[in-house]
């Protein structure tokens, strides 16, 4: 079983940044491919971006390209994503998710990944 604790969240000006994490823990450290996915108030919940296993290949929806990056440090059982160029549009919760160690590529659709933590708030302000 994986764990996630998602942190990082907080308030900022739109054109601000954060930079949130995610630390996977549990008896074994099986993450595989890990993702990041964000939900809204009205909306559903959307991906954002996801990073395979070893790091090498990432993907992002296209509202957060040029915007966002991916990235993990697996010594660490972290994964980050940095948010630059904060928009009022960004503002959600946003939660992070893994596939299992056997699922390690990247993928957009949320029923392919296994363990969710339980979210972290982002709110831009105008």
């Known amino acids: 079983q994986v764990q996630l604790v998602e942190s990082g969240g907080g308030l900022v000006q739109a054109g601000g940044s954060l930079r949130l994490s995610c630390a996977a823990s549990?008896?074994?450290?099986?993450?595989?491919?890990m993702g990041w996915f964000r939900q809204a108030p009205g909306k559903e919940r959307e991906f954002v971006a996801s990073?395979?296993?070893?790091?090498?290949?990432?993907d992002y929806t296209d509202s957060v390209k040029g915007r966002f990056t991916i990235s993990r440090d697996n010594a660490k059982n972290t994964v980050y994503l940095q948010m630059n160029s904060l928009k009022p549009e960004d503002t959600a919760n946003y939660y992070c998710?893994?596939?299992?160690?056997?699922?390690?590529?990247?993928?957009?659709?949320?029923?392919?990944?296994?363990?969710w933590g339980q979210g972290t708030q982002v709110t831009v302000s105008s």
């Open positions: 998710a893994a596939r299992s160690g056997l699922r390690l590529g990247v993928r957009k659709e949320q029923k392919e990944y296994d363990y």
């Open positions: 549990g008896r074994t450290f099986s993450a595989g491919a």
């Open positions: 990073i395979s296993r070893s790091g090498a290949n990432t």
